[in-house]
């Protein structure tokens, strides 16, 4: 990383709120599941099904939260959504059956998409020069907080008892309200004006959604690294059970040390769909790679999958500086936050939708699901660039119609003033 703490100012309150924040994700994300169903003693199809209704209810939420924060202020309405989810996270301890968890988890949910969305604003205002690159800074400040909340996590899951994973939990919920606190110290940003024409103007940009949906599409690659090799491992190959830890400190690792650097050269909205190309192919190499892997020797498992789990490491670093320049690129000021909570719509698919998808491809078919995984990639990979040309040009047109109606009401303006003062001239005179 070309440095290891922003300025002191905005980016250094943001960053810090992120790390903050996301230490407390890491202590959800690597045992959450495993509370619920070690320490509540729910049914695992229960918590599935529980987490996938949250999932899905999520995804609308996040595109509310960021047109509020585009016409109220993007600070203080991440900060509320920061306080729910804490409030949400603590009801985790007073969870014992099913529908409260739905609730609770619901809740949780959706307050995590809409600080992501509420977030956008206040990344692309106090993002300098290249928002895009302090989202790629903020990407590897997550990737140090979560592994540090994984360590903590370790130890609750190794303790086991009911008391540890509370503890767990309270921490999680500490941790947002902490980030509160902090993110309560960067100026507010004052809102855009609204621009003439729809509300939901995200939503009437077809060519943005399109680009959401392939992004969408590219994101279940995420799910790979957790979800297909971890049971992949265990299940068809040789290779030793700790390599499921391996495969993911590596690829954290990476994401750390190379994220803002895979972002330099990605600077235009052409450049990213060229990144989405790239990425698609590594993913496609990388998956094929482990379709080989079963069967095998574990020596030779092991040096295939950290192979692989390389590579797909560098399509994920491509992928994510090209999801960061195209949805901030194409986004108008006006409506950064209902633009990036419809970007979001992708990646919140493909954490609902991704697992069972990989699981029936990759697990349930074995090494041809491998391959229709990696085509599947590579295929959305090749068709990013042309989707990126679209939406190009009708964001051009829409800059060109929105000075146009700035342009015809700036001249009647003037031509009413004319027509008043030729009125008055014969009085005059």
Not at 166 to 190: D, E, K, T, Y
């Amino acid at each position: 990383m070309p440095r290891l703490l922003p300025e002191p100012g905005p980016q250094r309150l943001l960053a810090a709120s992120n790390l903050v924040y996301t230490v407390g994700s890491g202590l959800y994300l690597t045992a959450g599941v495993l509370y619920f169903t070690q320490g509540v003693r729910l049914p695992a199809s229960q918590v599935g099904l529980g987490l996938a209704i949250a999932g899905v209810i999520s995804l609308a939420v996040g595109i509310g939260a960021g047109h509020l924060a585009d016409r109220h202020g993007a600070r203080g309405v991440y900060a509320v959504t920061l306080v729910v989810q804490a409030l949400a996270t603590a009801a985790f301890v007073l969870v014992h059956s099913f529908w409260p968890f739905v609730v609770a988890v619901c809740a949780a949910a959706g307050a995590k998409a809409a600080g992501l969305a509420a977030r956008s604003p206040l990344i692309r205002h106090y993002g300098g020069d290249r928002p895009q690159e302090f989202r790629a800074y903020l990407r590897a400040v997550t990737n140090v907080g979560v592994s540090v909340g994984a360590l903590g996590a370790g130890w609750a899951v190794q303790v086991g008892t009911l008391t540890a994973y509370q503890l767990m939990v309270a921490g999680n919920a500490i941790a947002f309200v902490v980030s509160a606190v902090v993110l309560v110290g960067l100026p507010a940003v004052r809102p855009e004006p609204a621009a003439p024409g729809p509300r939901w103007v995200a939503l009437a940009d077809r060519p943005y959604l399109v680009l959401t949906a392939l992004d969408g599409v590219l994101a279940v690659q995420f799910k790979v690294l957790t979800v297909a090799i971890p049971l992949w491992l265990v299940t068809a190959t040789t290779a030793p059970a700790w390599m499921v830890s391996g495969t993911m400190l590596i690829s954290t690792f990476l994401v750390i040390v190379f994220q803002v650097r895979a972002t330099r050269g990605i600077d235009t909205p052409a450049a990213g769909g060229r990144a989405y190309r790239r990425a698609g192919v590594a993913f496609l190499v990388s998956c094929s790679l482990i379709a080989f892997t079963g069967g095998i020797p574990g020596w030779a498992a092991v040096a295939l999958i950290l192979t692989a789990a390389v590579i797909h490491t560098v399509g994920e670093l491509w992928h994510s500086a090209a999801g960061f320049e195209v949805s901030f690129a194409l986004a108008p000021d006006h409506a950064t936050g209902q633009y990036l909570g419809v970007f979001g719509l992708g990646a919140g698919l493909a954490d609902a939708f991704g697992p069972a998808l990989l699981i029936a491809l990759c697990i349930g078919w074995g090494a041809p699901g491998w391959l229709a995984v990696g085509a599947m990639f590579a295929l959305t990979g090749f068709a990013a660039p042309v989707a990126v040309r679209h939406a190009r040009l009708a964001a051009g047109r829409s800059d060109q119609r929105q000075e146009d109606v700035v342009d015809d009401l700036h001249d009647g303006r003037v031509r009413d003033g004319r027509e008043g003062h030729q009125d008055l001239v014969p009085e005059q005179v």
